[in-house]
Protein backbone atom coordinates (compact mmCIF):
# COMPACT_ATOMS: atom_id res chain seq x y z
CA UNK A 1 0.00 0.00 0.00
CA UNK A 2 0.93 3.48 -0.45
CA UNK A 3 1.52 6.23 1.93
CA UNK A 4 -0.88 8.28 0.27
CA UNK A 5 -3.48 5.74 0.11
CA UNK A 6 -3.13 4.88 3.59
CA UNK A 7 -3.08 8.40 4.61
CA UNK A 8 -6.15 9.03 2.70
CA UNK A 9 -8.00 5.62 4.14
CA UNK A 10 -6.72 6.52 7.21
CA UNK A 11 -8.45 10.04 7.38
CA UNK A 12 -11.40 8.97 6.28
CA UNK A 13 -11.51 6.11 8.56
CA UNK A 14 -10.83 8.31 11.62
CA UNK A 15 -13.72 10.46 10.16
CA UNK A 16 -16.35 7.99 9.34
CA UNK A 17 -15.44 6.43 13.11
CA UNK A 18 -15.55 9.38 15.02
CA UNK A 19 -19.05 10.04 13.52
CA UNK A 20 -20.02 6.34 14.08
CA UNK A 21 -19.28 7.30 17.85
CA UNK A 22 -21.10 10.61 18.27
CA UNK A 23 -24.38 8.99 16.37
CA UNK A 24 -24.08 5.69 18.82
CA UNK A 25 -23.71 8.15 21.81
CA UNK A 26 -26.56 10.57 20.38
CA UNK A 27 -29.38 7.86 19.86
CA UNK A 28 -27.93 5.39 22.38
CA UNK A 29 -26.80 2.59 20.81
CA UNK A 30 -23.40 0.89 22.29
CA UNK A 31 -22.99 -1.21 19.44
CA UNK A 32 -22.16 1.56 17.35
CA UNK A 33 -19.93 3.56 19.40
CA UNK A 34 -18.03 0.21 19.45
CA UNK A 35 -18.03 -0.05 15.37
CA UNK A 36 -16.59 3.64 15.58
CA UNK A 37 -14.24 2.96 17.74
CA UNK A 38 -13.25 -0.03 16.04
CA UNK A 39 -12.81 2.19 12.90
CA UNK A 40 -11.13 4.90 14.71
CA UNK A 41 -8.15 2.32 16.18
CA UNK A 42 -7.80 0.16 13.01
CA UNK A 43 -7.77 3.29 10.53
CA UNK A 44 -5.13 5.19 13.04
CA UNK A 45 -2.93 1.84 13.04
CA UNK A 46 -3.49 1.69 9.51
CA UNK A 47 -1.73 4.97 8.83
CA UNK A 48 0.58 4.15 11.63
CA UNK A 49 1.85 1.43 9.98
CA UNK A 50 1.94 2.15 6.01
CA UNK A 51 1.94 6.12 6.32
CA UNK A 52 5.90 6.37 5.90
CA UNK A 53 8.18 8.12 3.57
CA UNK A 54 8.74 5.79 0.60
CA UNK A 55 12.48 6.78 0.46
CA UNK A 56 13.86 6.13 3.65
CA UNK A 57 11.26 4.19 5.26
CA UNK A 58 10.54 7.45 8.23
CA UNK A 59 7.31 7.64 9.69
CA UNK A 60 5.56 10.59 8.97
CA UNK A 61 3.73 12.34 10.98
CA UNK A 62 0.11 11.93 11.72
CA UNK A 63 -0.65 14.70 13.74
CA UNK A 64 -1.17 18.27 12.26
CA UNK A 65 -0.86 19.06 8.68
CA UNK A 66 0.61 16.46 6.22
CA UNK A 67 4.42 17.38 5.72
CA UNK A 68 5.86 18.52 2.49
CA UNK A 69 9.06 16.54 2.87
CA UNK A 70 9.95 13.59 4.23
CA UNK A 71 11.23 15.05 8.30
CA UNK A 72 14.10 12.00 7.99
CA UNK A 73 15.63 12.47 4.64
CA UNK A 74 13.49 15.79 2.56
CA UNK A 75 12.31 13.56 0.05
CA UNK A 76 9.66 15.44 -1.60
CA UNK A 77 6.05 14.34 -0.98
CA UNK A 78 3.44 14.09 -3.35
CA UNK A 79 0.06 15.47 -2.86
ZN1 LIG B 1 12.50 10.00 4.10
Known sequence: MSYNKSYKIGRMGVGVGLFL???????????ICYIGLIMVIGSALLEAIFYRCPNCNESLSIRGKRPKHC?????????
Open 71 to 79: PGCGYKLDD
Open 21 to 31: VLLGLAIEIDF
